[in-house]
């Protein structure tokens, strides 16, 4: 990636007030197609949201896609949506013990709005603030339930697939955990037994950095320092490790850039909740020094990865650093800006935008503690990515397309994504995902720019006296 090290977060403020104004447009049009109890949408076909049924995984960025509109603009029609379509619609995301995905459905809807309160944002409302603390507390118990014990003596939250089944993923889900510790709740078990919810936080990303993300040690031959896995399988009957796996990269040794991505932002931001936590409440897993050692190790060798090999100069990304025809492209391909409209490869923008999130994040997390000299590049490049996604041919400022971020990929070894007629491989279309986490990391740039409240998924960016300190 060619970083821009002059770019400022402020001179994002017009592109992305522009991006609010398209967007909020496109929320509105979504509502009118999707109206209350309809299928969740994931992802355009010639830029009408479609259902596709897997998990449901997206409802939860489809109504947080309108509370972060509220959040960028105070547009109280969007709050409106936001809110009323949560306390509606979302309480079977909050009890559904069959996904690892509640970090996405139920902190992108209850969690953004309880934020908001905390914040001041919205009207303190005694009902509306127990509403959504009950909702948060019951989400992550109900995820961290999903409990398998590892060979080593660590464990992890497993995903859709059953008992042996690790998706990196998960580690940007582990804010429902989070939230859930945050506010006091506890997990509890057979015989009453009281499970940490901030335990299992902790150990389920010592298990994804351990298992899922590489550090170029000689752990195989693929071993790239920040090449991730998308899954890691263990045996269900005795928790050791067998093998890498992958469900929507290209292989167990290439890197599915959207994991990649997850990685990124899930780590960092997991960092930042911890410093806000008693130092006593970290000891039983070593204190935040021993913590910190492995989360912020997989957090820069992921974005370092990211930075130079799987992202193209301009930020943007491909689908999967080993996608078979990226050849095809030239040997040069990573050196030019990404080509959404190539014949051989898609790029994937929704991994993108994630990945600028994780960036942005590392580069404020290490001045602020750390004081490296090396911060700002993590989150010059953060912006850098941001800035590209902001234009065309990626900001969709068509009004009949009711995508926001074009050249999104959700499955396409499954071939769930729309092509053309004219093209060979996706492009032009949108994910729910996407969307949402542009519209995310789009508000954490404006509040980076006005000096506001930095973004974070709990109370607070600063740790109070007494927190945890290296």
């Known amino acids: 990636m060619k970083i821009d090290m002059k770019i400022q977060a402020i001179d994002l403020l017009s592109p992305i007030e522009r991006m609010w104004t398209v967007s909020g447009e496109k929320i509105l049009n979504i509502q009118e197609k999707f109206p209350a109890s309809s299928s969740s ?97 019951a989400s992550g118990a109900v995820q961290a339930a999903r409990w398998s014990k590892t060979s080593d003596g660590g464990g992890y939250m497993y995903s859709f697939n059953g008992p042996q ?124 020094a021993e913590i910190e050692a492995v989360f912020l190790k997989a957090a820069k060798a992921t974005c370092d990865f990211y930075i130079e090999h799987g992202s193209a100069a301009c930020g943007v990304c491909y689908w999967d650093t080993g996608a078979p025809s990226l050849h095809k492209l030239g040997e040069d391909y990573l050196k030019r ?37 090396d911060s700002s590049r993590y989150a010059q490049a953060g912006l850098t990515v941001l800035t590209k996604l902001l234009e065309e041919p990626y900001l969709s400022t068509d009004a009949k397309h009711q995508g926001l971020l074009l050249h999104s990929v959700y499955h396409w070894p499954n071939g769930w994504d729309h092509v053309p007629a004219e093209a060979k491989v996706p492009q032009g279309e949108s994910s729910m995902w996407g969307d949402y986490h542009l519209r995310e990391v789009a508000v954490l740039a404006q509040r980076l720019a006005k000096n506001e409240t930095y973004l974070t998924f709990f109370d607070g960016r600063k740790p109070a006296v007494g927190c945890a300190t290296v």
């Open 41 to 137: 949408p994931v992802f355009t076909v010639e830029g009408a949201y479609q259902a596709q049924g897997w998990t449901e995984w997206t409802q939860g960025f489809q109504f947080g896609s309108a509370v972060l509109q509220f959040d960028g603009t105070r547009d109280e029609r969007f709050l409106e949506i936001g809110r009323s379509y949560t306390v509606n619609e979302m309480a079977s995301h909050v009890t559904h013990v069959g996904v690892h995905d509640h970090g996405f459905n139920n902190v992108s809807t209850y969690g953004n709005l309880w934020r908001l309160m905390n914040e001041g944002v919205i009207e303190e409302r005694e009902w509306e603030r127990h509403f959504y603390e009950m909702a948060l507390k």
């Open 165 to 288: 089944s690790l998706f990196v993923d998960t580690i940007r889900t582990c804010r429902a955990l989070s939230v859930s510790h945050q506010l006091g709740h506890t997990l509890w078990g057979e015989q009453d037994e009281k499970i940490s919810l901030l335990g299992r936080v902790i150990e389920h990303g010592i298990s994804t950095a351990k298992y899922n993300v590489w550090y170029g040690e000689g752990r195989d031959t693929y071993d790239l320092r920040g090449r991730t896995a998308h899954e890691a399988l263990f045996n269900a009957y005795n928790g050791v490790f067998r093998a890498p796996s992958t469900q929507q990269g290209y292989s167990p040794f290439s890197t599915w850039t959207r994991g990649l991505a997850w990685a990124m932002v899930g780590f960092v931001e997991e960092l930042e909740f911890l410093r806000t936590r008693p130092a006593e409440e970290l000891e039983p897993w070593g204190g935040i």
């Open 337 to 373: 800006d990404a080509d959404p409209f190539n014949e051989y490869e898609p790029v994937d923008s929704s991994a993108s935008a994630i990945a600028a999130q994780g960036l942005i994040r590392l580069g404020q997390y290490l001045d602020l503690y750390h004081a490296e000299k």
